[in-house]
């Protein structure tokens, strides 16, 4: 008896397991390999759709990006709080991995590190990375935060109960609570300069045009063309955050 | 209908519309418009106050320095990297006077030695060393033009 039961089951298992491979192989013929592909699905509306640009090689670390940042949106002015900000990487020859970031940035940056100790150094600059998929509206449980019809993820300060769940989801540390407002806060990508028709005020200062931003939609647009000459990654790529911030140059030690 | 119905429908019909009518003053204007959001709350977002002028509206008047600007090694810089935010100058030029920010510690924000800067991304000195006679860069570099050495 226990034998003869042992083997139906088995053959349910087996047959089952067909079932669900053959339904498998018949759904992927008709929408190939979907649920494996990682991708950025643009939203199917009108207009321009906001990417970034960030060139690692062209970054010389003034920080005007910060600073201007701070002025141009009423950042708090205390040191832990930015919406962008400039890390500076080094690596030892003995492997040892620095990242710095004196008040984001702000005040400029000097080297500590004798030359001769440098295997690499370079800076990183930072900001909200305009997730397509972002983790952090997604959590937001009254909808004060959320993705604009151009791609730009933006908070509702009069909507938002302050409750920090995006501020913990954000993978890349873009958000903070605003210590007067207790509300969560984060670049907007100058939305109010966008809309004017006016760069952010991190890539209007930027001296050496290492932020750019364009619409990724303009196919002769700076951004595209950005995009093809340069061998873009984002950052944490494995999250699949479908970020809209392509760093070019990004090095593996970058986090 | 079964006896029970006839309280528990009405008590029924009570609840959705108290509901109905909660919701009503709860829910905010706009919402989910276009999603779920707020959308006047694009339109808070895209009025907030600018800071920063753009060298846009800086050579609307100051066509002569763009253009001296443009055909030097400062060409990629915005007027405000060393003249300050500038809107308010630039909203009322008479009254609100622009600021010039120069000096060894200003310039060496982009200019002082750094390992971490390339070489091609932008020129680099010992900004303490160089010309210690002098006290500010200003002294002998026009910054609109920046190979144009004064004497």
Redesign the interface.
Known sequence: MGTKKISNSRRAFFKTSAALVGALAVSSLLDPLKALVITTEEPKNEGPWWGIGIDI????????CAK?CK???HVPIQPFYFRNWVE?Y?ILNDGTLKVISPNGGID????NEP?ED?FK???VPKMCNHCAKSPCTQVCPV???????DGVV??????CIGCAYCVQACPYGCRYIHPEKKVADKC?LC???L??G??P?CM??C???ARIYGDLRDKNGIMIKFLKEHDCQVLKPSLNTGSKLNYNGLSKEIR | MPPQLKVLLPLFAIIVVVFVVIRHFLVPVSFGENGHYRANSLIDNANKEMVYASKKMCVECHADIGEKLQSDLHASLSCVVCHGPGLEHSNSPKTVQIIKMSGRDHCGRCHAINPARLKEAVNQIDVVEHHKDKKDCIECHNPHAVWELKK
């Open positions: 090689k062209k970054c010389i670390g003034c920080g005007l201007s002025a141009e949106n500076q080094t400029g940056f000097k080297t030359k440098i150094t370079f800076f909808g004060a935060t959320f993705v604009s019809p933006l908070i509702d300060d009069k909507y907007t939305y109010h300069r809309k004017k006016l760069a005020a209007e200062i001296p050496t045009g």
